[in-house]
C-alpha cells in the first residue's frame, strides 16, 4: 500500500501525460535513473 501523498502525485503525472502510455514510460525511466533526486 502506497502513501495517499504518493498516489495523488501519480494521478498527477498521469494527467499531465494525458494518459499516454509512452510519455509515462518515458518518465519512470528517467526517475528510475535519478534515484537520487529529490521529489
Known amino acids: 500500500n502506497l ?4 498516489v ?6 498521469v494527467r499531465a501525460c494525458k494518459g499516454l502510455p509512452l510519455s509515462l ?7 528510475r535513473k535519478n ?3 529529490r521529489y
Open 3 to 6: 502513501p495517499n501523498e504518493l
Open 8 to 13: 495523488e502525485i501519480g494521478k498527477t503525472i
Open 25 to 31: 514510460k518515458v518518465i519512470e525511466a528517467f526517475l
Open 35 to 37: 534515484k537520487s533526486l
